[in-house]
């Protein structure tokens, strides 16, 4: 194919609609959401050490929040005594995390563990997964 042909091809394949995509899935039903958040358990909170501060991210739950109803979590136990509050679910961008800090902040070394479970949209629970700090 000649170079023209592949810069043609490229272009039409860049405008094509990425339906499967998380940046455009308007209208995924809460029950897939719930099967890929159960596939991607190990991304749903990160630890990050950042300026003399640990933190721990819910990027990934916040990018699925139309599919949970309810973030319960613990530090350093499996209470689950706190809550995260997700930002409200927007059906024409589902997947933005748009809050500023989407991340609690902590002393340096002050968290060896965070637990967490989800309630869906369906008011089923997930199990309580453990995340462990890994420096």
């Avoid at 000649?2 to 039409?12: D, F, P, Y």
């Avoid at 961008?93 to 479970?117: D, F, G, H, M, R």
């Avoid at 989800?118 to 420096?135: A, M, Q, R, V």
Wanted: charged residues 20%.
């Amino acid at each position: 194919m000649s170079k023209l042909g592949n810069t043609m091809l490229l272009a039409g394949l860049v405008a094509l609609p990425l339906t499967g995509s998380p940046a455009v899935s308007q209208g995924m039903p809460p029950e897939q959401i719930k099967q890929i958040l159960d596939v991607t358990k190990t991304s749903w909170v990160s630890f990050r050490d950042w300026n003399g501060q640990q933190l721990i991210y819910f990027t990934h739950l916040e990018s699925w929040r139309c599919g949970i109803d309810f973030v319960f979590y613990s530090l350093n136990s499996t209470d689950l005594d706190q809550m995260w509050e997700l930002d409200a679910c927007d059906p024409s961008n589902p997947n933005a995390v748009l809050k500023e800090k989407p991340y609690i902040e902590l002393p340096a070394n002050s968290t060896q563990s965070i637990t967490v479970q989800l309630i869906f949209k369906d008011g089923t629970k997930s199990s309580g997964e453990t995340f462990y700090y890994k420096p």
